[in-house]
């Protein structure tokens, strides 16, 4: 069928069921805007192209869908690079399209052009620049299947603007979509699932460490049943915050640097770990050896080349995870874990906090979100720094894809065109965005789309007055000099929604906080509530970094 290779973009886009983009135009991929236009895809058009590319990982991540961005070459696409690093780092399944210029221009520094594929070699999972207008609809059946096989992860195809606009008879659109994606897995599986089974079986401390890579396998039902049957406890890292049910009794809350106690704990002195898609990042082992130090590891991933990186298993187990799990449950035989569990609930109850109601803070606005959103399906999308950690000890997130954040990359300014990506694929959960007061002057701007496309968010900002996590590192490290961690100038931010006319809410009391998100959680539309709490306010309990699980950082 004879088509210009900007409408054979949008012919596949439609193939893969892409119904919503998000994206920002320019000189180079005006083609494809302008094909877009005749479609029935819905194109969100963001403030920054940064917001693009987070709205699209948040639409990923909220949905299992791959999530689209699009951006013009040069600084359109360059202004993509944290998002997909944000996406890379944390395995989302996103395809960014970006334009460039023509063919016969490509290597003469052209106005606006750029090696967007050099650029982001190292944070794509892989990317592609079109040079025949017939490999089109291949190229991109490639890029959709690369970024949601396997382990997850972005791609990016750039496509100079001839090649946009030029016609050609393609006939190969339809033919490539009957593929189906490869799984990896080890090749002596069943043997090692009998060898993983019987050391679970024989276990007298086993943990398991749910891992973002659970959500990603969508194997939060399989882990849950799996758990229960052996009456194992759970931990999640930051990134698996989901994966088991929150307030499930077997659930301990989250390890690592800011892990609860009863998690780090029973991490520290079990003698079977039980890992479900986690790379045992640094935040989440501190330091290695004594982490892995007199337990069996059993690490279940897709991907063979997180086995060993950064701690060695007894057993690895590589392939498809709701299967592995699935065996693993019949060839189980749970034993008596009844000291275990003595042992935990003695640390839970040792580390329980009461959280005082009289002063507004994080963890108790956290607590009222819990009591107000009570059974409901609620999708956290957060930023990055305190209030990250506060949401992630303290909100009970029902369900897997229920708690988005940027855990690899930590980049600030991630939360809010997540959330708005999340919403968008979701339009049946609320989106609650939960921001510090530096992090929303970072993308900000992008309450303008939540505005424009009427989204009913509602943004949590927790305001201390500074960039919490730096002050707190400075306060734990650097003699409590704190250096451009403090923003003492007072920012109007029901001032800052009102300009975007979203309704907004300054509260400095629970009693005010609470009231506030009843009434935009009532509301379908926007929302905004500031949440003042005190500047000196820190993140408990901290790991030292690089330390043991059991060492605490002293923060007088
Ligand atoms: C893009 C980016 N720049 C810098 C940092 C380093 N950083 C981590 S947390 C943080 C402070 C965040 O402050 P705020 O948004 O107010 O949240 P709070 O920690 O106060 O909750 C900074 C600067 C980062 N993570 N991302």
């Not at 970006?98 to 520094?109: A, C």
Request: charged content about 15%; glycine content about 10%; proline content about 5%.
């Amino acid at each position: 069928m004879l088509m210009t290779g900007a409408q054979a973009i949008v012919a596949s886009l439609l193939k893969e069921g892409v119904d919503t983009v998000f994206g920002y135009p320019g000189g180079t991929n005006l083609p494809l805007f302008d094909a877009l236009n005749d479609s029935t895809i819905h194109h969100v058009l963001t403030v920054h192209e940064q917001g693009a590319a987070h709205a699209a990982d948040g639409y990923a991540r909220a949905s299992g869908q791959v999530g689209v961005c699009l951006a013009t070459s040069g600084p359109g696409a360059t202004n993509l690079v944290t998002g997909l690093a944000t996406a890379f780092m944390d395995s989302v399944p996103v395809v960014a399209i970006t334009g460039q210029v023509q063919t016969n221009l490509i290597g003469r520094d052209a106005f606006q052009e750029i090696d967007i594929t050099g650029i982001t070699m190292p944070i794509t999972k892989h990317n592609f620049l079109v040079k025949d207008i017939e490999k089109l609809p291949e190229i991109m059946w490639r890029a959709f299947d690369i970024a949601r096989s396997g382990r997850p992860g972005p791609v990016l195809v750039d496509v100079p603007r001839d090649l946009q606009s030029n016609t050609y008879d393609f006939t190969n659109i339809e033919s490539m979509y009957s593929r189906s994606t490869l799984v990896r897995q080890s090749p002596d599986l069943p043997a090692r699932i009998v060898k993983a089974a019987a050391a679970i079986s024989a276990a007298k401390r086993p943990v398991i460490i749910a891992g973002g890579g659970c959500i990603s396998a969508n194997a939060g039902e399989a882990l849950t049943k799996f758990a229960e049957c052996c009456n194992l406890p759970v931990v999640t890292t930051l990134m698996g915050i989901g994966a088991f049910p929150g307030g499930h009794g077997n659930l301990l809350g989250m390890t690592g640097l800011h892990g609860l106690k009863a998690a780090n704990h029973a991490v520290h002195d079990a003698d079977v770990l039980i890992v479900t898609g986690s790379r045992f990042n640094d935040r989440v082992t501190g330091d290695r050896a004594s982490y892995a130090a007199g337990k069996t590891i059993i690490h279940i991933d897709i991907d063979p080349a997180e086995v060993h990186k950064n701690v060695d298993a007894a057993v690895p187990l590589v392939g498809e995870m709701n299967m592995i799990l699935g065996e693993l449950l019949q060839a189980v035989k749970p034993g008596d874990l009844s000291a275990w569990w003595t042992a935990i609930r003695q640390t839970q109850a040792e580390s329980k906090t009461v959280i005082p109601e009289d002063v507004l803070t994080a963890p108790l606005v956290m607590s009222e979100l819990n009591r107000q959103t009570g059974g409901q399906d609620v999708i956290y999308v957060t930023d990055v720094g305190q209030h990250q950690m506060w949401a992630a000890q303290y909100l009970e997130v029902k369900s897997p894809r229920g708690f988005l954040t940027s855990g690899g990359l930590g980049a600030m300014g991630f939360g809010l065109p997540a959330a708005l990506g999340a919403q968008l694929a979701i339009p049946n959960k609320r989106v609650v965005h939960i921001v510090g007061d530096g992090g929303l002057k970072m993308t900000g701007c992008e309450l303008y789309t939540v505005a424009v496309e009427q989204q009913p968010i509602i943004s949590v900002v927790i305001n201390n007055h500074s960039l919490g996590m730096v002050r707190q590192l400075q306060h734990c490290f650097y003699g409590k000099r704190y250096a451009n961690s403090l923003l003492p100038h007072a920012m109007d931010f029901k001032a800052f929604a009102s300009a975007f006319n979203i309704p907004a809410t300054v509260t400095n009391s629970l009693a005010e906080f609470s009231e506030a998100f009843a009434a935009a959680w009532q509301r379908q539309g926007p929302g905004l509530i500031v949440a003042n709490i005190a500047t000196n306010d820190l993140v408990t309990p901290m790991i030292a970094p690089g330390g043991s699980m059991d060492e605490y950082v002293n923060m007088d």
